[in-house]
C-alpha cells in the first residue's frame, strides 16, 4: 500500500524499503498508546510518510539526529529511505520503549535510541551530526535552540511544520542568527489528504556560542527573540 500511495507524489520505493516501512506503521496503529492521533494505515502513509519524503528533494547520507522524535517521524522514514546513521531522541521513556521494540523487530542497525532532554544531549554531543530533524515539537524560535547546537558546522536542519509558520520565522530571526543558521529554503507543499504543510531547510553557518542549548525548560520559558 505504500508505494501505492507514494506514486501518486512522484515517489517510490525499493520493495524490501516498501515493506520494512509498512511493518513499522503497522507496529504504530496496534501500539497501545495513541503515537500520532491517527487511526488507519492509509491515512499515516500520506501523513508519515508522504509529508516527510515528497518536499525533501535531496539525498542525505552522514549522520543525522531527530529530536523529540515521539513515534519516530521524521527520522525513522529517513533511516529507512536515506544512507544516514540516524539517533532518535526523546525525553519520554515509553516512546523509546516502543521504538526499541521497532528498531529489534525490523534489525535496523543504522537507528540509535537515546531518552534525554534535547538541553542535556545538546551540551554532551555537540556539533557531532551532518543533520538535525524535527516535527511538531515546539515553536521554532525555541525548535532552533533544541536543534542547532547538534549540528556541525556546514550541515543542515530539516524543520517539518504546519501552514502557520510565517508568524514563526519572523520571531525567530534573532534565535536563527545567534545559533548560527541561515534559513536555505522554504517548501510550502500540500497533501492529497488536503493539509497544507511546509519544510523549513536551514543551513549552519557558524559554530552555535557553549551557551547554548541553556539550562531545560529555559529554551521555552525564555525563547530567543
Not at 523529540?68 to 517521524?73: L, N, V
Amino acid at each position: 500500500m505504500v508505494n501505492r500511495i507514494l506514486k501518486d507524489y512522484g515517489l517510490s520505493l525499493d520493495e524490501e524499503v516498501e515493506r520494512g516501512i509498512e511493518e513499522y506503521l503497522n507496529m504504530i496503529l496496534r501500539a497501545p498508546m495513541n503515537l500520532t492521533g491517527v487511526s488507519n494505515l492509509e491515512e499515516l502513509i500520506h501523513k508519515s510518510v508522504a509529508e516527510i519524503l515528497y518536499p525533501l528533494n535531496e539525498k542525505l547520507s552522514g549522520t543525522l539526529i531527530d529530536v523529540g522524535t515521539g513515534a519516530g517521524i521524521p527520522g525513522m522514514i529517513l533511516a529507512f529511505t536515506q544512507d544516514l546513521k540516524v539517533t532518535l531522541l526523546d525525553s519520554k521513556h515509553k516512546k523509546i520503549k516502543f521504538l526499541e521494540e521497532v528498531v529489534k523487530r525490523l534489525s535496523l542497525e543504522n537507528v540509535r535510541l537515546v531518552c534525554e532532554r534535547a538541553e542535556i544531549l545538546g551540551r554532551m554531543e555537540r556539533e557531532t551530526y551532518d543533520y538535525a530533524t524535527s516535527r511538531a515539537v515546539a515553536k521554532l524560535n525555541v525548535l532552533l535552540e533544541l536543534t542547532v547546537p547538534f549540528i556541525k558546522v556546514g550541515g543542515k536542519l530539516f524543520l517539518y511544520k504546519g501552514p502557520r509558520y510565517v508568524e514563526e520565522l519572523f520571531e525567530s530571526e534573532r534565535a536563527a542568527e545567534v545559533l548560527g543558521v541561515d534559513l536555505e529554503r522554504t517548501v510550502s507543499y500540500e497533501l492529497l489528504t488536503g493539509e497544507k504543510r511546509v519544510l523549513l531547510v536551514f543551513k549552519k553557518v557558524k559554530e552555535t556560542p557553549q551557551r547554548y542549548p541553556r539550562k531545560p525548560g529555559i529554551p521555552q520559558k525564555r525563547p530567543l527573540r
